[in-house]
C-alpha cells in the first residue's frame, strides 16, 4: 500500500523530521496516515496541530482525515481564534497591490515599522482591522498557549520567517514537529517566502531527513523532463523524482508565428484525443488575458468545461492529462525581470511546478512574436543544441 520511504515518513519517531516530498508523491496521504497512526498509539486528538498555508489545503485535509478533535488550520486562523477585539481586514481597500505586498514583506522579515505606511497602520487602528501579518505578531506576544504533543506542517517550503517565529513559539521540550515540504517548489519569494526555511529546519532541530520521490502522477517521459530542468538549480536539497507508470507519455515542442496558430494547433489536440483535463499554463497574467481574449474571439467551443487556463503560480497543487506551457522565450520563461541566481533559480522552479502539473501530455509553446524572441534558455539546458530530436 505505501512504499518504503511513505512508510517510514509514516511511522518514523524520531522528535524531529523533514521530508522532503517531490511532486505527486503522495505528500498528504503520508500526513494524514501519521496522524492516525499517532492516534492508534495513543497520542490524544487535541495533542495533535496540524497547519498549512491554505484554506483550500486545511479543508481538503480535515475531510480526509475526518477526525473533529484534531486541530487542522492554516497559520492565520490558528493565531487568530487567539486575539481579541479586531475584525479580519477587508479585501477591498483604499491602497494598492503594490503598496500592500510591500507592507508585507517588511512585516514578514519582522522589520521595524518603516515610515512610509504610518497611513495604513493609522487606517487598521481606526476601524479596528487586523491584517493577516499582524494575526502572526501579534500572536508572538501572547504569553500562554496550548503546548502540543505534535505539530505537523504541510507545504513548508512556502514559509517565511514570521511563520518559523510562530512555530518556534509552539515548540516545548516534549513537542514532535513532522514537516513536509519540496523545496523544488518554492515560488513565492515575492511574497516573502523562503526556500531557506528547509535548511534552517534541518540543521536547528537536527532533523531526520525523509525523501519522498516516488512519483504517482507523471509519465517516465515527463518525469525526464522535469528531472533535467530542475538539476540546473546547485542552491537546493537534491533529489530525483522516479517514475511509477509504466507509459512514456507525450512531450513536445512547438514553435508558432501567431497567437491564432498555436491557438488553433491546442484545439486541435484536444479534438484529436481522448484526455480527461487539459490546462493552458501562462508565465504572466498578461499572456494568460491574451489566450481568453483569443480564445473567446475566435473559438467559441474552447471554453468546454475539460479545460483550465492559470498562471504557473496559480496551478500549483493541480494536476492534468494534458498540459500546454506557453511562453517558453527568453522574455517569460524565465522572465524577463527575473535576473540575478536566485530569481533565475525561481524560475527554475516555476517551470518545473508546470512541467510536474502533467499526467501524460505535455506541450511547450514558443510563439515567436518578433524575429528577436529566443527560445528559452531553460530548454537548451534540458536538451542542449538537439532540441526536436531530445523532446518529442
Known amino acids: 500500500m505505501y512504499n518504503d520511504k511513505q512508510l517510514k515518513a509514516i511511522t518514523c519517531k524520531d522528535r524531529f523530521i523533514f521530508v522532503n516530498a517531490g511532486a505527486g508523491s503522495g505528500k498528504t496521504t503520508v500526513m494524514i496516515e501519521r496522524i492516525k497512526r ?21 479543508m481538503e485535509m480535515k475531510k480526509r482525515l475526518s477526525i473533529e478533535k484534531v486541530y487542522i488550520s492554516t497559520f492565520h486562523s490558528y493565531c487568530f481564534q487567539h486575539i481579541e477585539g479586531y475584525d ?42 487586523i491584517d493577516y501579518d499582524d494575526m502572526l505578531i501579534q500572536f508572538m506576544n501572547i504569553r500562554d498557549v496550548h503546548k502540543y504533543k505534535h505539530i505537523l506542517i504541510d507545504e513548508f517550503q512556502d514559509t517565511n520567517f514570521l511563520q518559523i517565529s510562530v512555530l518556534l513559539k509552539l515548540i516545548h521540550e516534549h513537542t514532535h514537529v513532522f514537516v513536509v515540504g519540496d523545496p523544488d517548489q518554492s515560488i513565492y519569494r515575492f511574497r516573502g517566502a523562503m526556500k531557506e526555511v528547509s535548511d534552517y529546519f534541518i540543521h536547528k532541530f537536527k532533523a531526520t531527513l525523509i525523501t519522498l520521490n516516488m512519483n504517482y502522477r507523471s509519465d517516465s517521459n515527463i518525469l525526464d523532463i522535469a528531472n533535467r530542468v530542475i538539476s ?47 490546462a493552458i499554463i501562462t508565465r504572466t497574467n498578461k499572456q494568460l488575458f491574451d489566450i481568453k481574449t483569443t480564445i473567446h474571439q475566435n473559438i467559441p467551443m474552447f471554453k468546454m468545461q475539460k479545460i483550465s487556463l492559470f498562471t504557473l503560480h496559480a496551478s500549483k497543487g493541480l494536476e492534468f492529462d494534458c498540459v500546454f506551457i506557453l511562453g517558453i522565450d527568453q522574455n517569460h520563461i ?58 518529442k
Request: one cysteine or more.
Open 38 to 58: 499517532l492516534i492508534r498509539e495513543g497520542v490524544p486528538e487535541e495533542d495533535i496541530l496540524g497547519l498549512t498555508f491554505s484554506k483550500e489545503a486545511a
Open 88 to 129: 479580519v481586514i477587508p479585501k477591498s481597500l483604499p491602497f494598492s497591490k503594490e503598496f500592500l505586498l510591500k507592507v508585507s514583506l517588511y512585516k514578514n522579515k519582522m522589520a521595524r515599522k518603516p515610515f512610509f505606511y504610518q497611513r495604513y497602520v493609522s487606517y487598521l487602528k481606526k476601524y479596528k482591522f
Open 334 to 391: 524565465p522572465y524577463k525581470f527575473s535576473r540575478g541566481g536566485f530569481s533565475i533559480e525561481e524560475e527554475r522552479r516555476l517551470l518545473y511546478v508546470g512541467i510536474t502539473r502533467a499526467k501524460h501530455a505535455l506541450y511547450f509553446i514558443h510563439y515567436k512574436y518578433n524575429k528577436n524572441v529566443k527560445l528559452s534558455k531553460f530548454i537548451t539546458e534540458i536538451s542542449g543544441n538537439q532540441v526536436f530530436k531530445a523532446i
Open 232 to 278: 540546473n538549480n546547485t542552491n537546493r536539497i537534491k533529489k530525483t523524482l522516479s517514475c511509477t507508470r509504466n507509459d512514456k507519455g507525450i512531450v513536445a515542442l512547438h514553435m508558432f508565428d501567431s497567437i491564432d496558430g498555436y491557438t488553433r494547433f491546442m484545439y486541435d489536440i484536444m479534438l484529436t484525443t481522448q484526455f480527461n483535463s487539459y
